[in-house]
């Protein structure tokens, strides 16, 4: 198929929250407007982050509710979970809303290329498909580059290895697991313990600096850690990882504690 070519106002590589708002407001003020995203429309933050993860917390606090229910009064007798169900009605929350963002490019004219956007010189874009081949060069005097974030893999612990997880696959697993650490207590991590504790894992939470959400208030990390612990998760602080052994069973990590070394299997 020969490689296409498109001339706009402006080109925006990245269709998360960033990108495709402004994509949105660059039409609104009369510009024509291309924009490439390899992915869904929204990003990580509204297909793998933010919205989803919200969608399986708001899950977990129910079942948390219903577990509780003597304390008002209900009683609820053989109290079960559908796990896949649990993930399923996550993917269906993220699923709708970047139909909604699709539906917001259509009505606002803004062109869509699915592929991998990569600057290719002086106002133009080419974009990739998923063998890597250019399907399409766009032009334009202007160009916003809205790439986003990517989980980093930790040194001997890549996302090849079944048992080892980024915060995308971690959304999707298909049973709980016994046991789960968690390497980093900031927001991603500490909705993860939540939610998995809740259903049945035995978690671990690791953070290298003082505090669980390092960047917050120290007074309310404080009260966060104390429920966390309330709930049965361990919170290991000022602990890093010196090493990992990874079998086809299970991953054995190696850590350094204020207590000492420490193994978790």
């Known amino acids: 198929m020969a490689e296409e070519q498109h001339v706009s106002d402006l080109v925006v590589i990245g269709g998360g929250p960033g ?12 510009l024509q407007v291309a924009l490439v995203e390899r992915d869904a429309l929204g990003g990580v933050c509204l297909n793998w982050g933010c919205i989803p993860t919200k969608a ?27 796990f896949e169900k649990i993930v399923g009605r996550s ?16 009505k606002n004219k803004i062109q869509v290329f699915n592929g991998t956007g990569r600057l290719a010189g002086a106002g133009a874009v080419s974009v990739h498909d998923a063998q890597g081949a250019v399907s399409a060069t766009l032009r334009a005097p202007h160009i916003i580059v809205s790439t986003g974030a990517r989980p980093r893999e930790l040194p001997g612990l890549s996302f090849d290895h079944p048992h080892v997880l980024s915060s995308t696959e971690a959304m ?10 968690i390497i980093g207590a900031g927001a991603i991590g500490v909705e993860f313990a939540y939610f998995y504790n809740t259903f049945g894992s035995r978690v671990t939470l690791v953070e290298m600096l003082p505090q669980v959400l390092p960047q917050e ?8 850690r104390k ?21 086809d069973s299970s991953a054995h990590i190696r850590l350094q504690t204020p207590d000492g070394p420490k193994a978790i299997d």
Request: hydrophobic share 45%; net charge negative.
């Open 19 to 30: 990108g495709y708002v402004a994509a949105i407001r660059a039409a609104q003020l009369g």
């Open 91 to 106: 993917r269906q929350v993220a699923d709708r809303l970047a139909k909604g963002v699709a539906f917001l490019m259509r």
């Open 172 to 181: 999707v697993l298909k049973d709980v697991p016994e046991s789960l650490t």
């Open 56 to 82: 399986l917390l708001h899950n977990a606090e129910i079942y948390q509710y219903i577990q509780r229910g003597e304390e008002f009064g209900l009683y609820c007798d053989n109290v079960r979970f559908d």
């Open 227 to 247: 429920s966390l612990t309330q709930q049965g998760i361990e919170v290991l602080l000022e602990s890093r990882v010196e090493g990992a052994e990874l079998t």
């Open 217 to 224: 208030d120290r007074e309310i990390s404080e009260l966060l």
